[in-house]
């Protein structure tokens, strides 16, 4: 079993940065595949980006990618995601995401969730 819980989100004018972390519990952290997809009121579900756990590469959606980053900390059980020029359209509630077998973009997979974060991109 594991319990995630992310940190971090906020109002943010466009063009500036905020770090989400997602603290997880479990003595296994260090081999699950970590994702974070968000959610943005009336629209589906979308792929951020996943950092997997046996060789640490990330693959991220395409509407974010060259923005934002994900790493992951194993001796601190968190990962984060690093967002930069952020836009109004990054507008939405941010979830992290764990299952200790690659899921990718594919959010109905995953085991585990946590309870989300608000970002708001606004001037």
């Known amino acids: 079993q594991v319990q995630l819980v992310e940190s971090g989100g906020g109002l943010v004018q466009p063009g500036g940065s905020l770090r989400l972390s997602c603290a997880a519990s479990?003595?296994?952290?260090?081999?699950?595949?970590m994702g974070w997809f968000r959610q943005a009121p009336g629209k589906e579900r979308e792929f951020v980006g996943v950092?997997?756990?046996?060789?640490?590469?990330?693959y991220y959606g395409d509407s974010v990618k060259g923005r934002f980053t994900i790493s992951r900390d194993n001796a601190k059980n968190t990962v984060y995601l690093q967002m930069n020029s952020l836009k109004p359209e990054d507008t939405a509630v941010y979830y992290c995401?764990?299952?200790?077998?690659?899921?990718?973009?594919?959010?109905?997979?995953?085991?585990?969730w946590g309870q989300g974060t608000q970002v708001t991109v606004s001037s």
């Open positions: 995401t764990a299952d200790p077998n690659y899921r990718g973009s594919s959010w109905n997979e995953y085991d585990y």
């Open positions: 479990g003595r296994t952290f260090s081999r699950y595949n």
């Open positions: 950092i997997s756990w046996s060789d640490g590469r990330t």
